[in-house]
Nanobody, 122 residues
């Protein structure tokens, strides 16, 4: 089992930066890739970025590659999503996820966090 707890969401203005945090715990957490997905009400959950725990390989959705950065702190079992140049269309609930492989699709995910909302005002 892997437990994921997100934090750091909130209300920001367009152009601002925000850092989301995901606390990952569980005896097998080091076996998983940790990723971020987001979902707007009424729309499908979409991949944002992921990082392979043991390899530091990272994956990004093409449209977010230039503005978002995923990183992790092994000592703290934390994964971060640094978001810059935020746009109103980035408004969504952001979910931390754990899966195997690259974890770039919802079907790759085995564990989800509860989500943290991000609202970007224009």
């Amino acid at each position: 089992q892997v437990q994921l707890v997100e934090s750091g969401g909130g209300l920001v203005q367009a152009g601002d930066s925000l850092r989301l945090s995901c606390s990952a715990s569980g005896s097998t957490v080091s076996s998983y890739t940790i990723g971020w997905f987001r979902q707007v009400p009424g729309k499908k959950r979409e991949f944002v970025a992921s990082i392979v725990w043991g390899e530091r390989s990272t994956y990004y959705a093409h449209s977010m590659r230039d503005r978002f950065t995923i990183s992790r702190d092994n000592d703290k079992n934390m994964v971060y999503l640094q978001m810059s140049g935020l746009k109103p269309e980035d408004t969504a609930v952001y979910y931390c996820a754990a899966g195997l492989g690259a974890t770039v699709a919802v079907t790759d995910v085995e564990f989800w966090g509860q989500g943290t909302p991000v609202t970007v005002s224009s």
